[in-house]
């Protein structure tokens, strides 16, 4: 049986939850979706620019997990932006 998974800090919402290549029509397009938690990530990261143990705190999170989450957003948003997937944010969880 897998560890419970521990509940993240997420302190922001975004307005807007696709991004999609322009000029194709979203039912044409494969998407990835972005869990609440990456997008998180990223903006802390990249945004904030603040370090991995900066942001881990502020996620309540180890840094280890930290690193994994933004691995994982990493790897989605360039699929997406390589194979021009639409980016689904997935605000629910």
Partial sequence: MTRPKKRRCIRFNPKVTYFKPRGIPLRSLDEVELNHDEFEAIR????????????????????????RILNSANKKTAEALIKGKAIKINITN
Avoid: H
């Fill in 44 to 67: 802390l990261r990249y945004i904030e620019d603040l370090e991995q143990i900066a942001c881990a705190k502020k996620m309540k999170i180890s840094q280890s997990t930290f690193q």
